[in-house]
């Protein structure tokens, strides 16, 4: 007969899994829940009563809306401009030999193992001495600067697993290393590109270090959280705080959906 230890050990790793899951998850349900509270006072951090006033009214609070608008779009540039530049360079340090390509290869990731508040620190001190006034176009810089490196890493592993015969027999039937480029190389990269756009775009909208040293008067989502929460936190920072965990749930079952009907097709 099967013992409840026997079966543990079993399914060891599958208990672990989902505890660590419900552990990363267990927050997002709580300000899901909050987002439905109607607080006493300032601080929403005791349960009241069921409400759906924030949730009507999503942009209630002063500057709120402004904000989230400003994360988003400072996050769009820093993902295009990141993706771009980090798809390039993990292209040539794949594909080209050239001088420094090791001391390049290693500076690049300096960026995700070094504390958030050196490189904060060092930004700040650059752009003073440079006097370029602290602002938008500063937090633009300083986003694309520190989400280069995982755009590296993550296209740079997708182009190490790629076949170069699939692109010498593109050159074998005739086509053009433009064409080669866009109709081989860019759709086998996609997945990798795709993963480091949308990591640059989550780690740029979540930063508050960075964006705290250089960003002058200029006020992002993260940094009006962090001083609502010195005044009273409304109930629409968790409403705001809900709607963009349901949509990065959604994009991620998306991709999932998409990536099993590429496989079916493929098994067909």
Same mark, same amino acid.
């Given at each position: 007969?099967?013992?409840?230890?026997? @079966?543990?050990?079993?399914?060891?790793?599958?208990?672990?899994?989902?505890?660590?899951? !419900? &552990?990363?998850i267990l927050p997002n349900l709580v300000v899901t829940v909050?987002?439905?509270?109607?607080?006493?006072?300032?601080?929403? &951090? /005791?349960?009241? +009563?069921? /409400?759906?006033? !924030?949730?009507?009214? %999503?942009?209630?609070?002063?500057?709120?809306?402004?904000?989230?608008?400003?994360?988003?779009?400072? *996050?769009? @540039?820093?993902?295009?401009?990141?993706? $771009?530049?980090?798809?390039?360079?993990?292209?040539?340090?794949?594909? &080209?030999?050239?001088?420094?390509?090791?001391?390049?290869?290693?500076?690049?990731?300096?960026?995700? *193992?070094? %504390?958030?508040?050196?490189?904060a620190a060092s930004l700040l001190a650059l752009f003073l001495?440079?006097?370029? +006034?602290?602002?938008? @176009?500063?937090? #633009?810089?300083?986003?694309?600067?520190?989400?280069?490196?995982?755009?590296?890493?993550?296209?740079? $592993?997708?182009?190490?697993?790629?076949?170069?015969?699939?692109?010498?027999? !593109?050159?074998? #039937? &005739?086509?053009g290393p433009v064409q080669t480029f866009l109709r081989v190389? #860019?759709?086998?990269?996609?997945?990798?590109?795709?993963?480091? =756009?949308?990591?640059?775009? =989550? #780690?740029?909208?979540?930063?508050?270090?960075?964006?705290?040293?250089?960003?002058?008067?200029?006020?992002?989502?993260?940094?009006?959280?962090?001083?609502?929460?010195?005044?009273?936190? %409304?109930?629409?920072?968790?409403?705001?705080?809900? !709607?963009?965990?349901?949509?990065?749930?959604?994009?991620?079952?998306?991709?999932?959906?998409?990536?099993?009907?590429?496989?079916? *097709?493929?098994?067909?």
């Open positions: 007969m099967r013992t409840p230890v026997a @079966w543990l050990r079993r399914n060891l790793v599958v208990i672990a899994g989902l505890c660590t899951l !419900a &552990y990363l909050f987002s439905f509270n109607n607080p006493a006072g300032r601080f929403n &951090y /005791s349960w009241q +009563e069921f /409400s759906l006033d !924030a949730w009507k009214d %999503p942009c209630g609070v002063a500057d709120l809306c402004g904000s989230l608008g400003l994360s988003l779009q400072i *996050a769009l @540039w820093a993902t295009i401009g990141a993706t $771009a530049l980090g798809t390039a360079i993990a292209f040539a340090l794949v594909r &080209y030999r050239f001088r420094a390509r090791g001391a390049v290869n290693s500076l690049i990731f300096l960026p995700m *193992a070094m %504390p958030e508040i050196v490189m001495n440079m006097g370029i +006034e602290l602002g938008f @176009w500063t937090i #633009l810089i300083a986003h694309i600067m520190f989400c280069l490196s995982f755009v590296v890493a993550a296209v740079k $592993a997708r182009v190490l697993s790629m076949d170069p015969r699939l692109e010498e027999a !593109a050159r074998d #039937l &005739y086509a190389t #860019l759709p086998i990269a996609a997945p990798g590109i795709a993963a480091g =756009a949308l990591l640059s775009f =989550a #780690l740029s909208f979540d930063d508050f270090i960075i964006t705290n040293f250089n960003s002058g008067n200029t006020v992002t989502f993260p940094m009006f959280v962090w001083g609502s929460a010195q005044r009273g936190t %409304p109930v629409q920072i968790n409403v705001i705080g809900t !709607a963009m965990f349901v949509i990065a749930v959604l994009v991620v079952l998306a991709g999932q959906m998409i990536g099993n009907r590429r496989k079916k *097709a493929q098994t067909k």
